[in-house]
């Protein structure tokens, strides 16, 4: 199946710059007309991550709590890339699956040995076969990948280019291959480990981003032989296959945070921090205020509103959207939670999986919330569990309360009513239901409903004794002595 690509966006620049730039589309030009080629992206993620020391394959590991592999995919559909060959090995299933974000129709392609990245790429033979006009090679480990990179890399084949390596300038070269650079031609590229002292201090890196002319990819690959330093399939060797044979091979550098590569749990590390830092710019710059970004950590699918504010230490799970002007106080940790309009949390609140805040409804410092939907302008405000629960608009809860929605077999409901007041310290066993505008008296357990305006206590009753503590604290006093006695007696 060949992909049919809508007229796309141009990058005029040879460097990408800062991932920022403008893109403008341009109407039936020349340079519009390449882009329609057609594309097949190849992502490889067989490897058997050994440097990660991993019972599962780095791929999986999570960035911004999602999988690697699927931002990857993410990346190739933003650049408008839909036919996808995924090369699985370790873990196969499991990689596969994650692969799979909906995005993209990716095809997976079992590599049964993992003999390098060349070696990789031909295990998707079937698919290159099809003729795409661009292959897309690009690594399951580099998850920070955009599109613009991927665009410029298309749009140098379209020039005539056969191969086109994606590059980046780093600090630490350590680990990656070098790019062999002369007169603005790439002549080589270097393995790490096969490099002369020389190479090794070129700073100009592979990024594992290549672009290959689709209708002569195949007649290139099967040269690449495995004479070097690992006894690896080389995927970089194309390069001076390629050139031997006459073709155009060139480098395009994109910013290095883009082409960061995971093969260690440092440098996972370190990827989430970039991942971190790219995506709370983005969003502050979509109106969202952070005190202390730096302290904020959010997922992959965070959606906060403008004039949402975030104070320091929060973190932020899987699942959670906040709306406009709605304050996220500090140490608050929130996950699979939709917190409304205005509404404030924490701080040091828990918002757990289908936790739904109603317009300014507030939950305070130690409160946590989970599946549970809190009605308009209600207040949880101090060290209170609801789960399983409703709150009408208006409610009060007060400090303490727990509804106890487990029975150590099965959970049950609790529904609270509208402008109800649950006085501190109340247990309220599920299933039970507090009815609109009713009081329930502080300490109380209850366990049967309550109808709507009623008060309901269900505690001891107190008792007054008068004139009884001096003749208790007597006897307590008389009891301390004779034991003082009997210790020195001893
Ligand atoms: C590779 C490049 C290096 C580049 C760096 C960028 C080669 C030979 N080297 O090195 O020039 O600077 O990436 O990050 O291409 N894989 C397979 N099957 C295999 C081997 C690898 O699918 O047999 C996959 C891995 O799962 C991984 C990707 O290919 O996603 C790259 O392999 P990796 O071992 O990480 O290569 P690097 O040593 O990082
Ligand atoms: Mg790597």
Known sequence: MIGRFAPVAICCRKRIGDGHEKMRPKKNTKENKSMERTCLAIILAAGESTRMKSAMSKVLHPVAGRPMIAHVVDALASASISDVALVVGRDADTVAAAANTGAATVTAFLQQERLGTAHAVLAARAAIEKGYDDILVVFGDT???????????????????????????????????????????????REHKDASEEERRITYCNGGLMAIDGRKALEFLDRIGNANAKGEYYLTDLVEIVRSRGGRTVAVEAPEEELTGCNT???????ERLWQQR????LMLAGVSMIAPETVFLAWDTELAQDVLVEPNVVFGPGVRVENGAVIHAFSHVEGAHIRAGATVGPFARLRPGADLGPKAK??????????EIGAGAKINHLTYIGDASVGAGSNIGAGTITCNYDGVNKHVTRIGENTFIGSNSSLVAPVTIGDGALVASGSVITEDVPADAVAFGRARQEIKPGRAPVLRERYEAEKAARKRAKAAE
């Open 279 to 282: 995506r709370r710019h983005e």
């Open 363 to 372: 939950v305070g410092n130690f409160c946590e919330v989970k599946k549970a």
């Open 143 to 189: 998850p920070l990948i955009t599109a613009a990179p991927l665009r410029t890399a298309r749009k140098s084949l379209a020039e005539g280019n056969d191969v086109v390596v994606i590059g980046f300038e780093t600090a630490d070269p350590t680990g990656y291959g070098r790019l062999i650079v002369e007169n603005g031609e790439l002549l080589a590229i």
């Open 265 to 271: 749990r440092a440098e996972l590390a370190y990827i």
